[in-house]
Structures are given as C-alpha cells and as structure tokens.
C-alpha cells in the first residue's frame, strides 16, 4: 500500500533518514521504534508530504507521492504534538476539517467522539485546551473518515490512563478492518498487543524491520519491551532466522 | 480556493486589526477632505499618506498573519489540499480583506467628496499596492522561517521601497545629470512599485507642470493610454511575481 525507497533526508549535516527502504500492507500494524532523534517522525511526514525527502521516492498505491495531495483523502494522521488555530473552537475545526475533506455523503466514524464524550466540549476554544484534549481532538480527527491508513504519532503520550485505554480499543479495532496502521511510541507496552510487526530506527538508519512474532521466538522473549532491548543489546542488527545464535548472544550479555 | 479563503477571512476578521485600520484610513480621509476647501488639495496630501501607510499595513500585516496562521497551514497540510490551494488561499483572504478595508477607509471618501479621473486612480493604485505588498510580504515569509526575521525582512522592504530607493535614484540622477536620464528615469520608476504608483497619480494632476522637464518626459509616457496600461501592467506584474515565487518555494519547504 506504502513503499519508501530509499528515501534520504538531510537536515544541515545530520541526516535524519538515511537510505530507508520498506513497505507496508494493509492489514499490519507497524510500531516504529527508535531513540529520540531517530527519524521516525521526519519518515511519517515524508510519507505525508509534510517533509520533502532529498532523495528516493514514496509510492502509495504504486502512486509517487511528490506534489501530489490527494491520496491524503485516504490518511488519517495524529500528529505528535497536534497544533490547531487558537481561536477557534473544537466544533469549528472539526467542522472545518469535514467541509474541507468534502466527502458529503460518506459515512463518519464518530465513535471517539462519543467515547470521550466531545460533544460537550465542542464549544470549548482551542486555546485553553489541556495537552491531553489536545490530543483527543487529534485522535478525533484521524479517525473521523474511517481512512485506510492510519498514522499515529506517539498517540498516547498526554492521554490520561482511561483515554489510552479507549483509543488502543480503537486502534484494535480499526486493524480488525483491516487497515494499516502505523504507530510511533515509547510506551512499548502499549504497542506491545496491537503490534504485527516492528520497525527499528536509528541515526536515521533502518536497523530492523520484522513481524513481531518472529522477533519474540528469535529473541526468546514474550514481551515486545524486552525482545527490543534483547535487539539492542545484540547490535541493534536484523536477527536472521537461526535462533541459537542470538539466545547465545543473550545469555553472554545477561550474565 | 474560497472554502479555504473563507477561514482566513473568517480568521482576520475576528482579530479586529483590519477594522482598526479600516477606521484609521477613514479618519484620515474624511479629516483631510473636511480640512481642505480644494478637494483637489486633499486628494495630494491622502496622496502622500496612501503611498506610505497602504504597503507598511500591509507588509506587517501579512507577514503578522502568516505565521499566526502557521498552526492552521499545518493542519491543512495533512489534510488532502494541495499546498499551492493553501498559500493562495492565505493569499487571497489576507489581501482581499486589506484592499476591503482600504476600498471602505479611502475609496468611499474619495468617491463621495472627489469623484473623478483622479479619485478613481489614487483608489486603483492603493488597491494595487496592497496587493503587492501583501504578495512581497509573503515570499518573505515563506523564506524566514522565524517571525522576528520575518518581519524584520518585511520593514526592510518597506524602507528600501519608500525610503531608500529615491535616495539611490536621485544620488544617480545627481551622479550622471549631465547626461540625458529620461529614458532611464523612466525604467528606474518601473523597479518601485511606490513610485510608480506616485508618477502614475501625479501626472493625472496639475502638480506634474512643475517637474520640470523629466516632468514633461513623464507626461508624454504616462499621460498616454499606453503609459497608463504600462504602468497598471508593471503593478499587476509586481503583485504576480513575488507570489509565484512565494509559491513555488512553499511547495518545496519542509513544515
């Protein structure tokens, strides 16, 4: 559905994405994972159009995405910090983001709406919004026209424990559709029962890419938290199917 | 385009400044034609005022306007529109609602006290100032990415075109005198828009007899219908440009 190939991107010297190549399908969940800095979030504004790589391309649906915009129609995205006109409300700026997208007549997937119970701060000015309403506005709004792609960016972080509780629901549910999902975050255990498969940046390299239950039998770790540090122990590098090797590895590192 | 449009007007119109400048325009007018029992007279001096105000209200303006309204082209960007649709749109609405307040502070005015040939140009060549100015504007934002520059760039502008640019034409015509420079005075008003709008509303007065020679240069060029397209073409060309420009460099910025 999504291919990046070799997609480099430069800022000053430091490149935030070097050489990345990967695709994505419908039906997974990809968790992209990586320390701070590591060029997750300058990969999901590439595939958005919101970053121009300096080389590769990125295909959607076999499509090259430069200065192109109408494949967005089929994104929803939840930016990491999500930033909106101060003076308007939280009813305008859905009402606006609807108008704008024009698919009059399509179904709405209001169902977060009502789960955080929106309805009643629809009146409320963007402005005095807490970081964690911020966010909900912003998961609203991904989810809104029941698009095939999801793009999360650190969609928990803020949200209060029940509010993370209720968007995972979703997410879970959403990949029932089977959509694909993209997801950064540092709560691996968050990511740890939606997840299929796993994306590993780092210094803007693609160090890892493989469906999880690969990587837990190759690590010989039940838990995504673990099999990642286990990962990053063994050199950060794509386990090749031989388990032996790596449990080895593992037990010299643990001892 | 005009949904779009639609909430930046929305947007500027809310923050009060434009009916502001609507009021200030509109005072000053009805005072100097109430001031002057010549409203020939007053015209030259709203003149004067017109030439400075119009492109420093709508320098800092635009440029004011455009990074407050960094947050909603982010949430545009994501969204499926293409980012030429959302310059333009920013575009339209910030210098649709200045030539507004212009037309209400100084268009009605003029049209009530000093109707003719002369009113009607001095409403033009504001209406065009304000366009350009807003397109300079824009491109200036669109390059510096913080504000303070930004609008450091914009004064600088506006210095160099009211201010700097006859210093630099006359330390030449000063420089050279004994050489013929109607030609090239000539050119030189066409590479400032504020001078060109002077000349153009100056030689539709009877103050143009007192320029002397270069004055009669002008009045044979300027006085013609062609002289009149020319210089309606060179503004349209000074609005144009800077935008297209502003354009296609926003089409390439990473946001």
């Not at chain 1, 590098?237 to 032996?244: A, E, H, I, R």
């Amino acid at each position: 559905m999504i291919s990046v190939e070799h997609i480099t991107k430069k800022f000053k010297k430091l490149y935030a994405l070097d050489d990345v190549s990967a695709s994505f399908h419908k039906g997974q969940v990809v968790s992209l994972i990586g320390p701070n800095g590591s060029g997750k979030t300058t990969l999901i504004k590439s595939i958005l159009g919101i970053v121009q790589p300096d080389g590769g391309t990125i295909r959607f649906s076999g499509q090259a995405i430069s200065n192109q915009y109408q494949y967005r129609d089929q994104i929803g995205y939840m930016p990491q910090i999500g930033r909106y006109p101060d003076n308007m409300t939280i009813g305008q700026v859905i009402d606006m983001i609807k108008n704008i997208r024009n698919n009059a007549g399509a179904r709405l997937d209001e169902e977060l709406l009502e789960s955080y119970n929106m309805q009643a701060l629809l009146g409320k000015n963007m402005r005095s919004l807490s970081g964690g309403t911020r966010q909900k506005v912003s998961a609203v709004l991904a989810f809104l026209f029941d698009p095939d792609v999801l793009i999360l960016d650190e969609p928990t972080a803020g949200l209060d424990p029940l509010a993370t509780e209720i968007l995972k629901d979703k997410i879970m549910a959403e990949k029932e559709k089977g959509k694909l999902i993209l997801i950064t975050s540092h709560i691996l255990s968050d990511l740890d029962e939606l997840t299929t498969d796993v994306m590993y940046l780092q210094d803007g390299r693609l160090r890892l890419y493989q469906p999880i239950e690969e990587l837990k039998e190759l690590t010989g770790e039940s838990r995504l938290g673990r099999a990642i540090a286990a990962v990053m122990k063994s050199g950060y590098t794509q386990l090749q199917p031989t388990p032996g090797a790596i449990i080895k590895n593992m037990e010299v590192h643990y001892a | 385009m005009l949904k779009l449009s639609r909430y930046v007007l929305h947007d500027i119109v809310r923050s009060k400044v434009i009916l502001a400048y609507t009021l200030f325009l509109l005072t000053i007018s009805v005072t100097l034609f109430q001031m002057e029992d010549n409203p020939s007279k007053a015209l030259m001096s709203l003149l004067n005022i017109v030439l400075i105000v119009v492109p420093l209200v709508s320098m800092v303006f635009a440029t004011i306007h455009y990074y407050n309204s960094y947050e909603f082209i982010e949430l545009m960007l994501s969204q499926p529109v293409s980012r030429t649709r959302i310059l333009m749109s920013e575009y339209l609405g910030t210098a649709a609602s200045l030539s507004a307040s212009f037309l209400v502070g100084v268009g009605v005015p003029v049209l009530l006290f000093n109707l003719d040939e002369v009113g009607l140009a001095l409403i033009t060549t504001g209406t065009a100032l304000t366009f350009i100015f807003t397109s300079l504007a824009f491109y200036a934002s669109v390059l510096a990415r913080d504000k303070a520059r930004g609008i450091g760039v914009a004064l600088m502008l506006w210095f160099y075109f009211a201010l700097i640019y006859d210093g630099l034409v006359l330390t030449i015509l000063f420089a050279f005198s004994d050489y013929p420079l109607e030609q090239l005075t000539l050119a030189l008003s066409s590479l400032n828009p504020v001078d060109l709008g002077r000349i153009f509303l100056m030689l539709k007065m009877d103050v143009s007899a007192l320029m002397g020679y270069t004055g009669a240069t002008y009045k044979d060029f300027f006085g013609s219908s062609f002289g009149a397209l020319y210089s309606l073409g060179i503004l349209l060309l000074w609005a144009t440009i800077p935008l297209w420009l502003a354009v296609r460099s926003f089409n390439k910025k990473d946001l």
